[in-house]
């Protein structure tokens, strides 16, 4: 089954820029999707479709994919942003929904 | 609002069965495909199983199959996922989530979650 890799952990200062990947065999021709999960709460759709905004998420929060790995960057990182965030994506050839194993981002 | 509420988690043990429930609003439940996916405590997100909007359709992970069977009753806007043979293994939240409309790829709305503990 396909395999997507995460950092366990993220660290950035506060107003700097935050990158997590996530890497995977050819991601770049799959679409990824990204979470945010806070401690004791479900999980936020941040990004869908490598790029895409939901609704009320703020322009900070963006999204590539490309070859091996695809990536969410956090721009002027806040407190508020100190979560878990997993890439996920649809496996076609087996028809299972795979998450990544989590990254923590620590706002430092 | 659309909302997803979990209940029907416990302690259970092993060997036992389960069945935990989700109750949608906020939305038209028989237009959309659901899934179940659980997070073990201090874990990550583990997808579980999914049925289209009919309930003439179903997936599960390989961890589940022949032991989990997922349900729906569109007439009371529930979602179900029967846990037969039950491990420790599958002591975890369990997460009731919807497919967004037009796309099988992803999930915009999630349950708070139950509790389900797998102990003797």
């Known amino acids: 089954s396909y395999v997507l890799t995460q950092p366990p952990s993220v660290s950035v200062a506060p107003e700097q820029t935050a990158r997590i990947t996530c890497g995977g065999n050819n991601i770049g021709r799959k679409s990824v999707h990204w979470y945010q999960q806070k401690p004791g709460q479900a999980p936020v759709l941040v990004i869908y479709y490598d790029s895409d905004r939901p609704s009320g998420i703020p322009e900070r929060f963006s999204g590539s994919n490309s070859g091996n790995t695809a990536t969410l960057t956090i721009s002027r990182v806040e407190a508020g942003d100190e979560a878990d965030y997993y890439c996920q994506l649809l496996d076609r050839s087996s028809d299972h929904w795979v998450f990544g194993g989590g990254t923590k981002l620590t706002v430092l | 609002e659309v909302q997803l509420v979990e209940s029907g988690g416990g302690l259970v043990q092993p060997g036992g069965s389960l069945r935990v429930s989700c109750a949608a609003s906020?939305?038209?439940?028989?237009?959309?495909?659901m899934h179940w996916v659980r997070q073990a405590p201090g874990k990550g997100l583990v997808w579980v199983s999914r049925i289209n909007s009919d309930g003439s359709s179903t997936n599960y992970a390989d961890s589940v199959k022949g032991r989990f069977t997922i349900s729906r009753d569109n007439a009371k806007n529930t979602l179900y996922l029967q846990m037969n043979s039950l491990r420790a293994e599958d002591t975890a939240v369990y997460y009731c989530v919807r497919e967004p409309p037009n796309s099988n790829e992803y999930f915009d709305y999630w349950g708070q979650g139950t509790l389900v503990t797998v102990s003797s």
């Open positions: 906020g939305f038209t439940f028989s237009s959309y495909w």
